[in-house]
């Protein structure tokens, strides 16, 4: 366990909304999809979609088993890293219907009712961040779902899941794309290397926005499995436009080798505000992993260019890089007063965040391991935001720190115990709906 305020480094990971008993009866009453007969007999499975993208919500249900036999359902998805997989037995009552979203496991790699868990709780192979985007990201997946009685299979499904990359548009941007501005002077960012280097990545939602909207400008701290390339594409799946941004410095620079400059974020907050479709008076700043703080300093010490932050499983302090006092931000080439990671969180001063003029969200979960004060972090950060916090905070009970991935996602949840593994797609359903929230609550008139 890391010292007190310490922020360790997430390991690769690997690896949303819970829907009840009443939608899922509503849910039969529609129109369903995915629905294949039982090579003998008449067992279904009964698959519900409510929408295509890998981190929409499925419900997943059998009718027509035999009933006092368990029966065997099992998730597989081909992907473009390998295969992911999940096996989960079932009691059949007399009515020989399973329903997942009201029926608990006898055994699965979760512990309570979930219409969705077959999905999000598979598991695969070690892959390289690069393999993990493509799969769970970039390429459409398959996922075949099978049911087995007494080791027979009685009924087969399959699911066409499109890519999060399916809904937006993505471009690079470069120093140099910062520095033009075809209606007024060039904004001014040191040189780093060279004008054509990569500075972050836009993403724009499809389709094509007509009216602005907010924009994110999401700060990545994070190089693993649960950070900014999942966030992002899950902000523009719902429609906002995000600017990415490497809190160590353009790409091309080792993570931690350079601090991110207070003047390349301003340039490409002024970037992002001059995009088509974006509200220049609603930028919203979100810090990933250790990236958190970040989010906060801009938005509590530029409250005329930032309108919103989001920060989740994150310090609520402007913390050095390490203990030996090396910054995490510069300003003008000097490093800004950092505290010591070290520190206890009760003896490190706060960020301001009372000064952030728009709607807030820090989040935490009680189970993280990466930053065991993670939840003393928030509290820490809701006092000083004052009486609008308690309806800012998310304290995530039994969640692991990895509870901003997209949800139905099975990515970083296949090393965790069962319940804590449950109890982050929780967590992940609830982020995910307070982020949509805050940013459609930010829309102008």
Known sequence: MPPPGRLRRLPRLRSVPRLRAAAFVLVLAATL???VGAPAGGARIVVARFGNATADPVVVSVTGLRPGQDVVLTATASTAAGTWSSRALYAVPPTGVVDTASQQPITAPYVRPDAGALLWSMTGPSVSQTDLERAWAERPVRIEVTAQ??????????????????????????????????????????????????????YTPLPTLVHPRPAVLLIDGDGDAAAGAFAARRIAAIGFPVLALP???????????????VQTFDAARAWLARRPGVDPARIVVYGTGPA???ALWFAANEPGD???????????????????????LLDDGRP??????????????????????????????????????????????????????ARETLVAEGSAGELSAPPMLPIGLGDLPAQTAQATED?????????TALLEGAIGP
């Open 149 to 202: 009685q007494q080791g027979v299979p009685v009924a087969i499904a399959e699911v066409q899941r499109s890519p999060l990359a399916a809904q937006s548009v993505e471009r690079d941007v470069s120093i140099a794309d910062l520095t033009r501005d075809a209606n007024g002077p060039p904004e001014p960012v040191p040189p780093v290397n060279g004008p054509g280097l990569r500075v972050g990545t836009l």
């Open 336 to 389: 800004v007063p950092c505290a010591d990671p070290d520190r206890a969180v009760a003896d490190t001063p706060i960020l301001p965040l009372d000064r952030i003029p728009g709607p807030l969200l820090l989040a935490c979960g009680t189970a993280d391991e990466q930053l065991p004060t993670a939840c003393e972090w928030t509290a820490a950060g809701a006092g000083a935001r004052g009486p609008r916090a």
């Open 427 to 435: 967590a992940r359903v609830a982020f995910w709906s307070r982020v």
């Open 292 to 294: 958190a703080p970040l």
């Open 247 to 261: 809190a160590f410095g353009p790409e091309g620079q080792l993570p931690g080798s350079a601090a991110l400059s």
């Open 306 to 328: 930032v309108y919103g932050a989001i920060a989740a499983s994150g310090p609520t302090a402007e913390l050095c890089a390490s203990a030996a006092g090396a910054p995490s």
């Open 33 to 35: 999809t995915g629905c």
